[in-house]
């Protein structure tokens, strides 16, 4: 090739580069994962995602991890912020692994309460409190204000000879085998009044929540820890955003809402929103663009735009 023709054939791959470069979509608005979590309605990463009820208590943060920077989705509440460890969109539930909670890994005294607010969506689920290095006797344990209601459960009290025999129960202040009369099983767990599990008014120093024994009653090793949390999406018309949610779903886009009067809105890849879902809706600008290739699925406008990207580059180099 010519010096003469090489540069205009060069512009214009680069222009046709740029054009394909703009029509890129923008980072989406709303983000369907964070970390390794999958998310759906009604969480969401930001305002407009997932559900008005939730956003204020969700976010998902850049934090560091193993010298790593990862993401992870926190619930926020009064008291601290939990990292989401799991989700289960067919019950309702997640599991948080709060800083603060112990484990037969690493134990640590808690110097925040673990605390839920009452407005949010969230309740306490299933998942089992032990509370650890408590001032005995543990059958004295009662909440403030709940009329002498014992706390500790003394059916469970195999869990504590379990717990105790972690080797890190020195990092509570502990002995080595310590007497399980400092260790206290309060399950089903409760909140006070302040959405709390008040260990400083408890008198423990330290607690632990298991969210399940797997096959290995008597081995806290491979316990697997967390709080279990129900949520709820409460809304009024929670029924007709679910209805609204799946459609919206199913059609590849991501719930959301308008930030100004919270009604639902379906938020697609293409960077337009809608108030059904993304098979059924005609942006102006989309349509202009694509014209009779609008309603074809997002994979064939990938290869429509591939294509022709192609043949425009070729019909370049045979101008010239
Ligand atoms: C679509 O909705 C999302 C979330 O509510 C918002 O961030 C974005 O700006 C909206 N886009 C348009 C084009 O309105």
Redesign the pocket.
């Known amino acids: 090739m010519e010096q003469k023709t090489l540069l205009p054939a060069l512009s214009c791959i680069i222009f046709f580069n740029l054009l394909c470069f703009a029509m890129a979509q923008e980072p989406p608005?709303?983000q369907t994962t964070c970390g390794s979590l999958k998310l759906k309605y009604p969480f969401g990463t930001g305002?407009?995602?997932g559900s008005p009820t939730f956003q204020p208590y969700i976010a998902c943060e850049i934090i560091n991890k193993d010298q790593k920077q990862q993401q992870q989705l926190l619930l926020t509440t009064h008291t601290d912020s939990y990292p989401i460890t799991s989700i289960s969109y067919s019950t309702q539930t997640l599991t948080l692994t709060p800083p603060s909670m112990s484990s037969c890994s690493s134990m640590q005294p808690s110097p925040s309460n673990f605390g839920l607010d009452w407005a949010s969506p969230f309740q306490l689920g299933r998942s089992t409190f032990i509370l650890l290095s408590c001032q005995p006797p543990t059958s004295s344990l009662t909440l403030r204000g709940s009329s002498g209601i014992p706390v500790c459960d003394p059916s469970y009290s195999n869990l504590c000879a379990s717990i105790y025999t972690c080797p890190s129960v020195v990092g509570l202040g502990l002995p080595l085998f310590p007497p399980t009369n400092t260790c206290c099983v309060y399950s089903p767990g409760n909140l006070d009044s302040k959405g709390e599990l008040d260990l400083c008014g408890l008198k423990c120093a330290g607690y632990t929540s298991v969210v399940s024994l797997g096959d290995y009653p008597t081995d806290p090793a491979r316990w697997e820890y967390g709080v279990t949390l129900k949520y709820s999406h409460g809304d009024l018309d929670s029924g007709i955003v679910d209805t609204k949610c799946n459609s919206c779903e199913m059609s590849d886009g991501v719930c959301?809402?308008?930030?100004d009067d919270l009604s639902f809105?379906c938020?697609c890849k293409n960077?337009?929103?809608t108030s059904s879902d993304c098979n059924n809706n005609f942006s102006p600008d989309q349509d202009l663009f694509w014209g009779s290739a609008s309603n074809l699925p997002p994979a064939w406008k990938m290869w429509f735009a591939l294509v022709v990207f192609w043949e425009i580059s070729y019909s370049c180099f045979d101008l010239f």
């Open positions: 608005a709303c305002a407009g995602c959301g809402y308008r930030v809105l938020v960077g337009y929103n």
